[in-house]
């Protein structure tokens, strides 16, 4: 059995956009009391997460579009990665 090196990368986000994954794995975290989010169409509300994973060495390369709603206390969005070590563009 072949064992690969991982690392992850978290990253706070307070706009909508296109963001890229280029990874493994990759989950969105709202935090409570933040506004929920559409990601690709798919409602995440405050409090919860949106995770998707593969198994390597299958890299999913979807360019995620994050769209903020309201009624929370403002945008704020936890993206975290998983890379394959040596993989990351």
């Known amino acids: 059995m072949n ?3 991982t690392y992850n ?3 706070m ?3 909508s956009g296109n963001y890229s994954s ?3 794995a990759i989950q969105f975290y709202i935090p409570s009391g933040a506004n929920p989010a559409y990601i690709n169409g798919i409602l995440v509300p405050a409090g919860a997460t949106y995770q998707i994973d593969l198994s390597a060495p ?3 390369r979807t360019n995620y579009e994050i769209n903020f709603g ?3 206390s403002g945008n ?3 993206i975290t990665r998983t890379f394959i070590m040596g ?3």
Do not use: A, P
């Open 76 to 78: 704020e969005m936890y």
């Open 70 to 72: 309201s009624g929370g």
């Open 58 to 60: 299958y890299i999913d």
């Open 9 to 11: 990368k978290t990253e």
């Open 87 to 89: 993989g990351e563009k």
């Open 3 to 5: 064992l690969i090196s």
């Open 13 to 15: 986000i307070g706009q």
């Open 22 to 24: 280029d990874c493994i």
